[in-house]
């Protein structure tokens, strides 16, 4: 059984999993591998939904996590987590919409808003792993 408090270390491996999936996914596209290309992006809605499931429970069951450091380092984490906030909530709307364009093949207006998602997505994903790693392993709440 996975106990609470390993909940965020797998929330970080799903989003370095989407990471490498976002980029895998982009180079086949650019490499025109269009089938490669959709079954990496489906694999990121797959990740999507199982960080969003994890994501509800853990905050439902444990709350929210606190940083414990201290001086000019809090300006910059919570610069790096509210944009990477303000970003993730603008992405709940894009991504189904960006999916939902390239399997109606409307590719014209898919690749339009790709190019927002995608960079979008990709830094609320980098940026989620920055901020585990600072909250829990850099500068960890100590009570």
Avoid at 61 to 80: C, D, H, M, Q, S
Avoid at 89 to 103: D, E, G, I, S, Y
Avoid at 110 to 129: E, M, Q
Wanted: net charge positive; proline share 4%.
């Amino acid at each position: 059984m996975i106990e609470i408090s390993q909940l965020p270390h797998i929330l970080a491996i799903i989003n370095s999993l989407t990471v490498v999936m976002l980029l895998v996914g982009y180079a086949y596209i650019r490499g025109g591998d269009i089938m490669r290309h959709r079954a990496s992006m489906i694999t990121c809605i797959v990740l999507a939904v199982l960080f969003l499931i994890v994501y509800v429970y853990y905050h439902l069951n444990a709350g929210l996590a606190k940083f414990g450091g201290e001086g000019a380092i809090r300006p910059v984490y919570f610069t790096i987590l509210i944009l990477h906030v303000v970003g993730a909530v603008a992405l709940v709307p894009m991504v189904p919409l960006t999916f939902l364009r390239a399997l109606r093949e409307r590719f014209d207006a898919h690749k339009r808003l790709a190019r927002w998602t995608w960079p979008l997505w990709l830094y609320v994903s980098v940026s989620g792993v920055v901020v585990y790693i600072m909250a829990i392993h850099m500068f960890p709440y100590a009570g």
